[in-house]
């Protein structure tokens, strides 16, 4: 089951008393963005169907006062410290897993956490993961108030559009890449739409881009920035034979790229798409089958966390 969202925030020692005391087998903490509880919470269900086993979601922010990553680090490294990552309950014994976005974390960090109670996105973040995972024609019908058969030949269309963006911004993601690595300050972040694209979804400057390139590093704040580069460079072009772009994307612009689309097709553009890109994210999350094929990594690591 979700948690509460008006729950008060509790200690860290607090909560996992209630871990102790409760009558969940697992504890599912997420960073706490719009999309986390209920994708999490779908997960969750879908895995632990057949087990009988209790959850809950829990938003990090209700135990470490704050959002993200970090909260759910700092969170793990004290239930790891006081040995309450898996204890004993009343129902046998309780788990902690803890889902965090992927980011750029297996090219920049030297080692990923080798523990079952974290698991990792598949793709950058949630968001991005609802954009890839559901349904395009069934989201497409909700989203422009289209029939199955328009919606049908309108997905036909875009294809696979998420990575299409991908593939537009392979040089200002790569450069994210980089600048987080290097712990650049400057704008170009994943947070950040692309600012070497014009127009923002066009082709690439190739102008811009060097003089991006060049502001990253020299805005560079860890140790021996060029040596840091360099091997930071290895790992990205490794990375990228393997998977290609679309993992180094946040799903945070995939909407506003979607309506761009819509709103360029013959078909779509009659449809009803007010305040599309807003609504996008919430309309590919319902969805979102969540015993599908996709979601065979998740509830993997739901069920490995509870043994």
Same mark, same amino acid.
Not at 102 to 111: G, H, Y
Not at 131 to 148: C, E, G, I, M
Not at 169 to 184: N, Q, R
Not at 195 to 205: A, L, Q, T
């Given at each position: ?126 968001? +991005? ?8 024609? =069934? @989201? &497409? /019908?909700?989203? !422009? %108030? ?117 709103? +360029? ?8 798409? =007010? @305040? &599309? /890109?807003?609504? !996008? %994210? ?26």
């Amino acid at each position: 089951m979700p948690s509460s969202g008006g729950r008060p925030k509790r200690t860290p020692a607090s909560m996992a008393w209630r871990m102790k005391t409760s009558r969940y087998r697992l504890f599912v903490f997420v960073e706490g963005r719009e999309l986390d509880v209920p994708f999490y919470d779908g997960i969750s269900r879908t895995a632990l169907a057949a087990t009988g086993f209790e959850y809950t979601v829990e938003r990090i922010v209700a135990v470490q006062g704050h959002e993200g990553k970090s909260g759910l680090e700092e969170y793990y490294e004290y239930l790891r410290d006081q040995r309450k990552l898996n204890q004993a309950n009343s129902r046998g014994r309780v788990s902690a897993l803890f889902f965090m976005d992927r980011d750029f974390d297996p090219i920049i960090k030297s080692q990923l956490p080798r523990t079952k109670n974290i698991a990792l996105t598949r793709t950058y973040n949630v968001e +991005a993961e609802v954009f890839d995972s559901a349904d395009p024609v =069934r @989201a &497409l /019908a909700d989203l !422009a %108030s289209l029939s199955d058969g328009e919606a049908a030949r309108v997905a036909a269309d875009l294809g696979k559009w998420q990575h299409e963006l991908a593939d537009k911004w392979s040089t200002w993601l790569e450069l994210c890449v980089i600048s987080v690595a290097l712990g650049s300050q400057c704008r170009t972040k994943p947070k950040s739409q692309s600012r070497i694209n014009s127009p923002v979804f066009g082709p690439v400057s190739d102008i811009a881009a060097a003089a991006e390139s060049e502001l990253v590093s020299t805005t560079a704040t860890c140790e021996d920035p060029v040596v840091r580069r360099q091997v930071i460079e290895e790992r990205l072009s490794k990375a990228l034979r393997r998977n290609g772009h679309f993992p180094l994307l946040s799903g945070k612009h995939l909407g506003a790229y979607l309506e761009e689309r819509l709103r +360029a097709h013959p078909i779509a553009q009659h449809g009803h798409m =007010r @305040a &599309l /890109a807003g609504a !996008a %994210s919430r309309v590919h999350l319902a969805r979102l089958d969540f015993g599908g094929e996709w979601a065979d990594y998740y509830r993997r690591k739901i069920l490995q966390a509870v043994v």
